[in-house]
């Protein structure tokens, strides 16, 4: 027979649970909605800062009229601005959410589509459609971005392979994507020798990362990717979450974790491979956004994954803010920035993480 007081104390600790539970969960969606304020209020001033400045009752009239209407604030939102921004917030939350995942599967916190080798794959395709014109001759406009997205692909999908042969081994999978990084950073660099000064100049300002060739097909492709991506991922959230905790956990727990990672990091490099394609290499986005949504958050996927997309925004388009007051009448390359930026915030993520051990 049960002990009555031992089923009451039994009741009230589930009830306590439960409570702690919510109240966890109340805390998360806060933390969310107000990264998500901050990334509306960074996405207007983006678009009032630049060159021309644009006082908020010009941009919000120029939203309103719609891109058909006339008059020169109306042309700069909606042919310039807009689309930079756009941009902005769909590459930083690829990489954001790409690198968080590729953290999950491969075990380590130093993984990200940067250190993995992905960035310089595209770099890579890039100066390939620069110097050859491939795979669309006389068309630069999409020749770079598909080169770039298919050599991504096939970076991911070589490491992939590698680390198949020798084991899904975390370990090893970061092993080969640094030396996939090395590869591709070599192959970039000889075909930058090989190139006119004219071309090789091209090749060097599309390495920097720049927002400057945005276009509304670039939006579009990239928010596209990010959508399809970001919903295909929601539904690995409780796997990966369990994967976090460990792979003998999430065995025990009846995830494959083999298939896991195959199709997580295929999604991850499709998510990477459709955000530099267009604006070249950035980094520390996909390295820093997860840290910064891990210490708000935790390991939860359902909260981690979509806080670290919106960080990933956030700093993109504080970086783009950065880079059009920095220096008045030009706009430096992002990519500058955002590894300007993401040294100190990940110096101090690093001491941080030493004060806490």
């Not at 790409?98 to 794959?121: D, V």
């Not at 007051?325 to 993401?342: A, D, E, N």
Request: proline share 4%; hydrophobic share 55%; aromatic share 8%.
């Amino acid at each position: 027979m049960n002990n009555p007081s031992a089923v009451m104390q039994k009741r009230s600790h589930s009830i306590d649970g439960k409570a702690v539970y919510r109240k966890i969960n109340q805390k998360r969606r806060v933390i969310f909605f107000s990264i998500l304020a901050s990334m509306i209020v960074g996405l207007i001033i983006d678009v009032m800062v630049g060159p021309a400045w644009l006082s908020i009752s010009n941009v919000i009239n120029a939203i309103k009229q719609g891109p058909d209407a006339k008059g020169l604030s109306i042309a700069i939102v909606w042919s310039v601005r807009l689309p930079m921004t756009m941009t902005c917030i769909c590459v930083g939350a690829s990489l954001g959410m790409a690198g968080t995942q590729m953290q999950t599967i491969l075990g380590n916190p130093l993984a990200s589509p940067y250190t993995l080798g992905i960035s310089a794959a595209a770099g890579f395709g890039a100066a390939l459609a620069y110097l050859t014109g491939f795979p669309v001759k006389d068309a630069l406009w999409i020749s770079v971005p598909l080169s770039a997205f298919i050599m991504s692909c096939a970076a991911c999908l070589t490491m992939y392979v590698l680390g198949k042969i020798k084991g899904i081994d975390s370990k090893t999978m970061v092993l080969f994507g640094i030396v996939i990084n090395f590869f591709f950073q070599a192959l970039q660099s000889l075909v930058q020798f090989s190139a006119t000064p004219e071309v090789a100049q091209e090749i060097v300002f599309w390495m920097f990362g720049s927002l400057l060739k945005s276009t509304w097909t670039g939006v579009v492709v990239s928010g596209a990717i990010f959508i399809v991506g970001s919903l295909v991922l929601s539904r690995y959230a409780w796997k990966l979450t369990s994967l976090s905790a460990g792979e003998e956990r999430a065995r025990s727990l009846g995830v494959n974790t083999d298939r896991l990672r195959l199709h997580v990091f295929i999604i991850s490099a499709v998510l990477t491979a459709g955000a530099v394609a267009f604006v070249g290499t950035i980094g520390f986005i996909g390295l820093v956004a997860p840290h910064f949504a891990r210490l708000l958050v935790g390991e939860d996927q359902r909260y981690l994954s979509p806080l670290s997309a919106l960080f990933g925004a956030l700093l993109m388009l504080t970086a783009s803010i950065i880079a059009k007051i920095v220096v008045p009448g030009i706009i430096v390359p992002i990519g500058i920035v955002t590894s300007l930026v993401g040294v100190p915030f990940l110096l101090y993520l690093i001491l941080r993480r030493s004060e806490v051990r």
